[in-house]
């Protein structure tokens, strides 16, 4: 049974980097056959798909065009994690943020979610 | 980016009778490559994540009550609940995987009539 674990601060300041963790058990990071996911919700935006990282043979990321310049999703193969990063974030980057595992093409797999407020 | 657009965007339902949800693609979803209708059916509760419960737009995920169905191909797709529960009051939002950014629709809440 694969869980993902969620793990971050809940409020951020306007300006600053948003940083989440998102621990895998029951799979790994590296595996050739899934992929890893950050999505957020909010009341304004509904479910909003953030980006992704895989490994096939190597590493690749895909980003949302609204994120593409502020975001990086990492994986952390020695921790068997990976990670999310909003920088320069407004109140509007306020919501909920899940970490998903994709396999076989399905988003089977999500974190507790963890609410991120953008305040001062 | 794919649009998804659902209906209702929300509907009562006695206990035991049939819901039923739908959702629009902006463009086709369907992947030859596949041979598969590349969209998802997600079930939220208060305070949860979506859960999946059809996938490949009419695949049942294991675990998911047979009263649950989905159908449809290219832009138009329907999710059925053939006799409601009361656990069933929730939203539901359909995902297209055609391609990336994977896009949802926004939601139907269901509730009990």
């Known amino acids: 049974q694969v869980q993902l674990q969620q793990s971050g601060p809940g409020l951020v300041k306007p300006s600053q980097t948003l940083s989440l963790t998102c621990a895998i058990s029951?799979?790994?990071?590296?595996?050739?056959?899934?992929?890893w996911h950050w999505i957020r919700q909010s009341p304004s935006r509904g479910l909003e798909w953030l980006g992704r990282?895989?490994?096939?043979?190597?590493?690749?990321?895909d980003y949302a065009v609204s994120v593409k310049s502020r975001i990086t999703i990492n994986p952390d193969t020695s921790k068997n994690q990976f990670s999310l990063q909003l920088n320069s974030v407004t109140p509007e980057d306020t919501a909920v943020y899940y970490c998903?595992?994709?396999?076989?093409?399905?988003?089977?797999?999500w974190g507790q979610g963890t609410l991120v407020t953008v305040s001062s | 980016d794919i649009v998804m657009t659902q209906s209702p965007d929300s509907l009562a339902v006695s206990l035991g009778e049939r819901a039923t949800i739908n959702c629009k693609s902006s463009?086709?979803?369907?992947?030859?490559?596949?041979?598969?209708?590349?969209l998802t059916w997600y079930q939220q509760k208060p305070g949860q994540p979506p859960k999946l419960l059809i996938y490949?737009?009419?695949t049942r995920e294991s675990g998911v009550p047979d009263r649950f169905s989905g159908s449809g191909s290219g832009t138009d797709f329907t999710l059925t609940i053939s006799s409601l529960q009361a656990e069933d009051v929730a939203v539901y939002y359909c995902?297209?995987?055609?391609?990336?950014?994977?896009?949802f629709g926004q939601g139907t809440k269901l509730e009990i009539k």
């Open positions: 998903a595992r994709e396999w076989n093409r399905q988003l089977q797999y």
């Open positions: 029951g799979d790994s990071v590296s595996s050739n056959s899934a992929a």
């Open positions: 990282t895989y490994y096939m043979s190597k590493w690749y990321n």
């Open positions: 463009q086709g979803v369907f992947h030859s490559s596949s041979n598969k209708n590349h």
């Open positions: 490949w737009a009419s």
């Open positions: 995902q297209q995987y055609y391609t990336t950014p994977y896009t």
